[in-house]
């Protein structure tokens, strides 16, 4: 069975700190995205990165996975409140179309 | 309608009874999804629908869950003799099409007293 964890579990940071958010596994994945889910709500995508070593930036958010394709990392510049809400990343196995999903980082910023 | 459609929000049930969860997906989408999040975690996937293909049911987590796809549009999700561990929020997810962008529901939160 596949696993991701993410790290950290919760994070609160006041507004205009920057964070990095870590998405971890044993298991290589042909590609991975990253969700954001507001209470009440389903998750949205926020990117997929597929290539190893690929950086995408999303205005204040930069996504890299890593070059090995088993670790990904959400790196957001000067929060902001609008950013809180439950990150999640998920792994793609290679087109089995079960997307494994992480164990989530609930982000708070603080105005 | 302009999105994933999830019906009821929300649901409370006594332990034993039988539940029906529905979705209804983007026109047009051939691929659909049910997925399990409990307490704000991550989620867990049940069973995938993609056109007429036998769906895969590797996800479900007994025999007291099934689910079918009519028409390849609406879904039910059907959970018998709730249990209490069933509780969470039961989320769909469809696409255009496979490996392209997943669209989710807003979800049904079950709760089994």
């Known amino acids: 069975t596949q696993l991701l964890e993410q790290s950290p579990q919760f994070l609160s940071i006041q507004e205009g700190e920057n964070l990095t958010v870590y998405c971890n596994s044993s298991?290589?994945?042909?590609?991975l995205q990253w969700y954001r889910q507001e209470p009440g709500e389903g998750p949205v995508l926020l990117v997929t990165v597929v290539t190893g070593g690929e950086v995408k930036k999303l205005k204040r958010l930069t996504f890299q996975f890593g070059d090995a394709r088993k670790d990904s990392s959400l790196h957001i510049t000067a929060a902001q409140p609008g950013d809180t809400g439950l990150y999640l990343c998920a792994g793609d196995d290679f087109g089995n179309e079960k997307l494994t999903f992480g164990t989530g980082t609930r982000l708070t910023i603080i105005p | 309608g302009a999105g994933v459609s999830q019906s009821p929000s929300n649901k409370v049930t006594e332990k034993g009874k039988d539940v029906e969860l529905r979705c209804d997906p983007i026109?047009?989408?051939?691929?659909l999804y049910w997925y399990r999040q409990s307490l704000g975690q991550g989620l867990e996937f049940l069973i995938y629908?993609?056109?007429?293909?036998?769906?895969?049911k590797s996800g479900l987590p007994s025999d007291r869950f099934s689910a079918e796809r009519t028409g390849g549009s609406v879904s039910t999700l059907t959970i018998q003799r709730t249990q209490q561990e069933d509780s969470a929020v039961y989320l769909c997810?469809?696409?255009?099409?496979?490996?392209?962008?997943?669209?989710f529901g807003s979800g049904t939160q079950l709760s089994v007293l």
């Open positions: 026109s047009g989408h051939t691929a």
């Open positions: 997810a469809s696409s255009p099409g496979r490996g392209e962008k997943l669209f």
């Open positions: 298991s290589v994945f042909s590609s």
């Open positions: 629908f993609q056109g007429n293909s036998a769906p895969d």
